[in-house]
């Protein structure tokens, strides 16, 4: 396992050229920024309540790099960034990393008819789109150093709206006008997830295998049609106090909640306090004097009333920092 010491600047350039369109809702992710964290992660400024959520950032990913740093933007001595820094490549298995990457392995798409049957309407597509693959990039999101709940909401775009714990583009659960998200689920690789056409892999949907490398609670789902076998993880519904990453806002995103919930005393929490932005308040294993923090939505709580575990909404609950730039 080799750590790559140097960030590849404009690599994708000219593969972006070369790979076929996905669809609208591949636009708009902001791709190669410059390196704000260039001595590495350096924890001294981040605020004492988010040290321990971010340093799961420098500890998730042991493969690829993911820095965490502060930016001092307009030099008065204090951060104002919140700064996670990452080539957004996930640790683990997907048929969209190149042959030649020992995380690569196959898939059979047609898994996905059966992982999402309430969704699958026979007309779909299976599979990759355009020939995307999984590049290395310079990603890095600016989350403010202090959140605060937005009083005019802003829409999340069509392209990075956080990361995951492993360093990994969150996009949310909504395809731009003239796409339909639930045709791309069906191009999703085992681990849930797949890239656009600059190469910016990407969540939608509740990481199945970031969860189970995380020591969540997944199921090992097998399905036997026509002879054939498949096989795919699913989410258990025990995951609500995983933390799986931030979005640019800096609020935490946290596991679906399923039939239960307790904060970080043991308490039960009533999923009913579950807001539009599909969050709530209250205390954590990381955030013990409690926080804002999103869940993964379900079908049953702040869902869509399919049965596909989206990362979250068309809205910031928070004032979003600067992603990509
Ligand atoms: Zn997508
Ligand atoms: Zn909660």
Same mark, same amino acid.
């Given at each position: ?62 493969? +690829?790099?993911?820095? &965490? ?6 030099? %008065?001595?204090?951060? $104002?960034?919140?700064? #996670? /820094?990452? !080539? ?112 910016? +892999?990407?969540?939608? &949907? ?6 189970? %490398?995380?020591?969540? $609670?997944?199921?090992? #789902? /097998?399905? !036997? ?101």
């Amino acid at each position: 396992m080799k750590k790559i010491n140097t960030f590849m600047y404009g690599v994708v350039l000219s593969s972006m050229l070369l790979v076929g369109c996905a669809g609208p809702e591949e636009l708009g992710a902001a791709t190669n920024a410059a390196s704000v964290c260039t001595g590495g992660t350096d924890l001294s400024e981040i605020p004492a309540n988010y040290l321990t959520a971010l340093e799961k950032y420098t500890t998730t990913n042991s493969e +690829y790099i993911v820095y &965490v740093c502060t930016e001092d933007t307009n030099g %008065d001595g204090d951060a $104002d960034y919140m700064v #996670v /820094e990452t !080539t957004n490549q996930p640790e683990h298995e997907s048929v969209y990393f190149d042959e030649s990457n020992h995380h690569h392995e196959a898939f059979d798409y047609e898994t996905n008819t059966h992982k999402y049957d309430a969704v699958y309407d026979g007309t779909q597509r299976l599979g990759s789109a355009g020939g995307n693959m999984i590049e290395e990039l310079v990603l890095v999101m600016k989350m403010p150093i202090t959140p605060v709940a937005a009083t005019n909401k802003t829409d999340t775009p069509y392209a990075t709206i956080g990361l995951a714990i492993n360093g990994v583009s969150f996009f949310n659960e909504n395809a731009a006008p003239g796409d339909e998200i639930t045709e791309e689920l069906f191009t999703f690789d085992q681990c849930s997830g797949h890239p656009q056409q600059q190469g910016v +892999y990407h969540y939608h &949907v509740d990481p199945v295998c970031l969860i189970r %490398d995380l020591a969540g $609670d997944v199921t090992a #789902v /097998e399905k !036997t049609v026509d002879g054939t076998t498949y096989n795919w993880l699913e989410d258990s519904g025990n995951n609500a106090s995983l933390l799986i990453g931030f979005l640019v806002d800096g609020f935490p995103v946290y596991g679906p909640v399923g039939s239960s919930e307790q904060d970080c005393t043991g308490a039960s929490i009533n999923a009913s306090t579950i807001d539009a932005y599909n969050g709530h308040s209250h205390c954590t294993a990381e955030f013990e004097d409690g926080i804002y923090h999103y869940h993964v939505k379900t079908a049953e709580i702040g869902g869509s009333g399919e049965s596909v575990f989206w990362i979250t909404n068309a809205q910031y609950y928070g004032v979003p920092g600067v992603m990509g730039g």
